[in-house]
């Protein structure tokens, strides 16, 4: 049984808003993650070392472990690029709501 579509329209109304914000901050968080990322691989994070390196499989793993490191910057609080994303797009769907 779908109790959902029982319930008042402002309730309806005020779930559809935090799922999409939800959404939003999902994609806001990525795109910060994706920045992060090629932020750490411009710096040279995850190039192999020339003496000692982990050979073939190091370079073929690296650029999952700067991804890896990206998201965990973003889990942590990131630098703060996914909330200004977040308020741009929840101001460009929905105004000043």
Do not use: H, T, Y
């Not at 968080?29 to 982990?54: C, N």
Request: charged share 25%; glycine share 12%.
């Amino acid at each position: 049984m779908d109790i959902s579509s029982s319930l008042p329209p402002a309730i309806q109304g005020e779930r559809a808003k935090a799922a999409r914000a939800e959404a939003l901050l999902e994609v806001a968080k990525a795109f910060e993650a994706s920045f992060l990322a090629e932020m750490l691989k411009a710096s040279g994070m995850g190039k192999s070392r020339s003496e000692f390196g982990g050979g073939a499989g190091e370079e073929a793993f690296s650029s999952m472990m700067v991804d890896e490191q990206a998201a965990l910057m973003v889990e942590r609080g990131g630098i703060g690029l996914s909330e200004s994303i977040f308020n741009s797009l929840w101001a460009r769907e929905f105004g000043n709501d």
